[in-house]
């Protein structure tokens, strides 16, 4: 494959699907991967593509932005995986994946497409219509949890972005505000939606003041509730390097 070269008709179909038009956010964003071009893969092999402009190297080394979109394109034979990061240092990492790790075709039968872009508090899971657990962080801030897919997400009505959140790093932040030290929980994230109804509006609120506080994706008033720290974050975070 040479490079760099535009985006083709089919990525470009298969972004618009995380890239609705109706939040003026996402279609500014959409607006911005047109007028660039691809310049390479990215470090995560095919599928994975770094946009950007003529004469600039691809960047492969940064760490990978927070992921702005993403959404599937469901077929009669496969499933595409579509993510948009953030921009980056006037670069994009786009990744678009078949479930079968096949090369995705010019040509298929589609049944259906769904993005986390388009959903809004009061709403089911764009995914798999399940349910989810709604917090308000604060006024127009809202932390969702979808036990069915095993995903979080943020959403800021002022922009209409919906940012998927790591469990991992989430859970770490909620393990120290619960002060649980047994390893056998403190390190198995999975174990997040076995308890999710054991934890209080308040205690996945304060974790995520935490987490965002290290990791800022959204920006919160300073009325939030403030974050505590004391010897336990050092325990759990030594547990987390041990096992890494």
């Given at each position: 494959?040479?490079?760099?070269?535009?985006?083709?008709?089919?990525?470009?179909?298969?972004?618009?699907?995380?890239?609705?038009?109706?939040?003026?956010?996402?279609?500014?964003?959409?607006?911005?991967?047109?007028?660039?071009?691809v310049l390479g893969e990215g470090r995560r092999g095919e599928g994975d593509l770094i946009l950007g402009f003529?004469?600039?190297?691809?960047?492969?080394?940064?760490?990978?932005?927070?992921?702005?979109?993403?959404?599937?394109?469901?077929?009669?034979?496969?499933?595409?995986?579509?993510?948009?990061?953030?921009?980056?240092?006037?670069?994009?990492?786009?990744?678009?994946?078949?479930?079968?790790?096949?090369?995705?075709?010019?040509?298929?039968?589609?049944?259906?497409?769904?993005?986390?872009?388009?959903?809004?508090?009061?709403?089911?899971?764009?995914?798999?219509?399940?349910?989810?657990?709604?917090?308000?962080?604060?006024?127009?801030?809202?932390?969702?949890?979808?036990?069915?897919?095993?995903?979080?997400?943020?959403?800021?009505?002022?922009?209409?972005?919906?940012?998927?959140?790591?469990?991992?790093?989430?859970?770490?932040?909620?393990?120290?505000?619960?002060?649980?030290?047994?390893?056998?929980?403190?390190?198995?994230?999975?174990?997040?939606?076995?308890?999710?109804?054991?934890?209080?509006?308040?205690?996945?609120?304060?974790?995520?003041?935490?987490?965002?506080?290290?990791?800022?994706?959204?920006?919160?008033?300073?009325?939030?509730?403030?974050?505590?720290?004391?010897?336990?974050?050092?325990?759990?975070?030594?547990?987390?390097?041990?096992?890494?």
């Amino acid at each position: 494959m040479e490079y760099p070269r535009p985006l083709r008709p089919k990525e470009l179909d298969l972004l618009e699907t995380v890239l609705p038009a109706d939040r003026p956010v996402y279609r500014a964003l959409r607006d911005r991967l047109e007028s660039m071009t691809v310049l390479g893969e990215g470090r995560r092999g095919e599928g994975d593509l770094i946009l950007g402009f003529p004469g600039d190297p691809p960047d492969g080394i940064s760490p990978l932005s927070p992921v702005i979109a993403y959404g599937m394109v469901e077929t009669t034979h496969d499933a595409f995986s579509i993510s948009v990061r953030e921009e980056a240092g006037n670069q994009i990492d786009i990744e678009i994946v078949s479930g079968s790790g096949r090369r995705i075709p010019d040509h298929y039968e589609e049944k259906r497409r769904w993005t986390y872009s388009r959903w809004s508090p009061g709403e089911a899971s764009p995914a798999t219509g399940a349910p989810v657990r709604e917090v308000s962080i604060e006024a127009g801030v809202t932390l969702a949890f979808a036990p069915a897919e095993k995903r979080i997400w943020i959403h800021e009505r002022s922009t209409g972005i919906v940012r998927l959140i790591p469990i991992t790093n989430y859970y770490n932040e909620l393990m120290i505000h619960k002060g649980i030290r047994d390893p056998r929980v403190a390190l198995a994230p999975s174990l997040l939606w076995e308890n999710l109804n054991s934890f209080s509006d308040g205690d996945l609120l304060h974790a995520f003041v935490s987490y965002n506080a290290i990791r800022r994706r959204v920006p919160l008033h300073p009325d939030s509730p403030p974050v505590r720290r004391s010897g336990i974050p050092l325990f759990i975070r030594q547990l987390f390097r041990r096992r890494s």
